[in-house]
Nanobody
């Protein structure tokens, strides 16, 4: 059974940084694309970044482009989201999710099959 667990969230001041980790088990990470998503209170879940299975392609939505970096190490069964210059509007529950390998970058939540439980990120002074 595929299993994803996020870690690294917490409270950070505006302008600060956090690195989220997504640890995978129960499946071969190298066969899956991974996306990061977030959901703020009262808002729909939105995709913010993704990385294809072999790290050949990455994608960022405009709101995080230049501030967030996605990376992965399939040998460690882990995907990371490095978040810098954080803003209060980045406050949300962050999720990682997996879908079978594709050459197409995709951040639509409905396209993903397996999800972590989510982790809170709060940006506040």
């Amino acid at each position: 059974q595929p299993h994803l667990v996020e870690s690294g969230g917490g409270l950070v001041q505006p302008g600060g940084s956090l690195r989220l980790s997504c640890a995978a088990s129960g499946f071969t990470l190298g066969n899956y694309d991974i996306g990061w998503f977030r959901q703020a209170p009262g808002k729909e879940r939105e995709g913010i970044s993704c990385i294809t299975s072999g790290s050949r392609r990455t994608h960022y939505v405009d709101s995080v482009k230049g501030r967030f970096t996605i990376s992965r190490d399939n040998t460690k069964n882990t995907v990371w989201l490095q978040m810098s210059n954080l803003r209060p509007e980045d406050t949300a529950v962050y999720y990682c999710a997996a879908r079978p390998s594709s050459s197409v970058v995709e951040v639509e939540p409905a396209r993903y099959d397996y999800w972590g439980q989510g982790i809170q990120v709060t940006v506040s002074s």
